[in-house]
């Protein structure tokens, strides 16, 4: 096959290069397939120097040639982030033209003059392929490997072409161009191996670009379902926290309801209760009854949150009317209560069934607590301190033991058999919503004690 026949199929390289990356192309495809364009052009002018003047030929091949190579390197260069500025790439290929001519006029056809052009292509080639194992090193792409080892051999056989020029075989320097048809061939088949690289090295690059972004949309994904279960696994945790609850608040009403039904049965069936007594335990009945649904309600606001409904609360009353519900048992385990309060009403802002909870919740627990003592009592303090309500609950119980003293009130910590942690963290949450607090601490003289803090009402509420 003719240098011009291989010319022509390089020729169709660069444009081959054009459509397979036509989803890929950059300046970088750009300006290694006018590299190609470049080279090509330069070959195919050398196969025609019978028909254009030798003056114009000549340059016009090495400066194709040249700027070919240029082309190349600064795509890899583009590549790697270090281009050259194109001005400066502009003045060196008409510097290099003019030496090249200036060496035609001065050495005519010396060796030095033949040598410019070889030369020239030695340290071009070696750029491109000191790139190349740059990119081939930092990637690991067999593309970039290719086109580094394609231009290793060029280099060869150029090196190979400048050892003739010094050292011929007959004592007389030839014209490289004449004489080095293996330097073409090598030439265009580095190229072509080149070309065969470079598609190579963007094809690996969009490959790991996209598997990059496959990988990072896998990750997001993967995330987003973290995310949707955490927040599945947070809701269920609140059903769960709210069934909790309903358990445990539905437990004292649906009691106290039991034992006024079971007294009001055993006082009809002995004949032994007057109407007052009948209507009393009717009224308890009714009384759990309602704040059964209250606690219902509550709990259904909870799975579909709702505005807790805002207003004045008095403590006071509030803590009777919860001493009222465990009246059952504070009568069945022989509790002494003492209640000193303020002589006028301590009022807050807040939710007046959440703070009922709250007060619930720590009766509960003092009764628990006193379950065992003998002499049981409940002391309850209500006093104003500042700008703030302060509502202690104090039991005569073995009071807090100091080793578990940092985990109690943390959810789901209990100490009794069939408790379920909860009733603190739930009072501490509502206080909380409140701009309030609970500390439990261990009182002076034994037991333990609850300070409830609310901040007081701004002065001039009124009690609806
Ligand atoms: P539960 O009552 O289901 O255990 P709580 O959150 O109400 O859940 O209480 C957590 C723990 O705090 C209790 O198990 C108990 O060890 C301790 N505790 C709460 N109140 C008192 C109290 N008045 N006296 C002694 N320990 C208490």
Redesign the pocket.
């Known amino acids: 096959m003719s240098n011009l026949n291989l010319g022509l199929i390089y020729l169709l390289m660069p444009i081959l290069m054009w459509v397979v990356l036509a989803r890929l192309r950059s300046p970088v495809v750009a300006l290694w397939c006018l590299g190609s364009l470049l080279g090509a052009g330069a070959l195919l002018l050398a196969e025609l120097f019978a028909f254009i003047p030798p003056w114009i030929n000549a340059p016009m091949v090495n400066l194709l040639e040249f700027t070919s190579l240029l082309s190349s390197i600064q795509a890899l260069r583009l590549d790697q982030g270090v281009p050259w500025r194109f001005r400066w790439m502009a003045a060196v290929s008409l510097g290099y033209l003019v030496v090249f001519e200036i060496c035609r006029e001065v050495y005519a056809l010396g060796t030095y003059r033949l040598a410019l052009v070889p030369l020239v292509e030695l340290v071009l080639v070696l750029q491109v392929v000191g790139w190349a194992w740059r990119i081939a090193r930092q990637q690991k792409s067999a593309g970039a490997v290719t086109i580094a080892g394609s231009h290793l051999l060029l280099s060869v056989g150029v090196f190979l072409v400048l050892v003739q020029l010094f050292f011929p075989r007959g004592g007389v320097p030839n014209c490289p161009r004449d004489s080095s048809g293996l330097t073409d061939t090598l030439g265009m088949l580095a190229s072509l191996a080149g070309d065969v690289g470079f598609i190579g090295l963007a094809l690996e690059r969009s490959l790991t670009q996209w598997l990059d972004a496959a990988s990072k949309q896998a990750r997001l994904e993967e995330r987003q379902l973290l995310g949707n279960q955490l927040a599945h696994l947070d809701r269920q945790r609140g059903f769960g926290l709210v069934a909790a609850s309903l358990a ?1 608040e539905l437990n004292q009403p649906l009691t106290a309801i039991l034992a006024s039904a079971q007294a009001a049965r055993r006082g009809t069936a002995a004949d032994r209760l007057d109407r007052v007594q009948s209507l009393e335990l009717l009224d308890k009945i009714i009384l759990n009854t309602r704040r059964l649904s209250e606690v219902t309600g509550r709990i259904r606001s909870f799975i579909r949150p709702a505005e807790p409904h805002q207003g004045p609360v008095d403590l006071e009353k509030v803590t009777r009317q919860m001493l009222e519900m465990v009246e059952p048992d504070l009568q069945h385990q022989g509790v002494q209560v003492a209640f000193a309060a303020e002589g006028s009403p301590v009022l807050v802002q807040g939710d007046a069934i959440q703070l009922s909870q709250v007060v619930l ?2 009766l ?3 009764l ?2 006193v379950q065992l003592v003998p002499d049981p009592f409940i002391q309850i303090q209500l006093n104003r301190s500042a700008d703030k309500a302060v509502l202690s609950i104090r ?1 005569s ?5 100091p080793g ?1 003293a940092d985990r ?2 943390t959810p789901y ?4 058999p069939d ?7 739930i009072a501490t949450a509502i206080l909380q919503q409140h701009q309030g607090s609970l500390t ?1 601490r261990n009182a002076e003289g034994g ?2 004690c ?1 300070d409830i803090r609310l901040p007081l009402r701004a002065v001039g509420g009124a009690l609806p």
């Open positions: 445990h919740n720590v509960r627990n003092a628990e607590a039991d119980g073995p009071g807090l033991d578990q109690i009130g910590f209990t100490t009794k408790g379920l942690g909860l009733g603190l963290s439990l037991g333990a609850v």
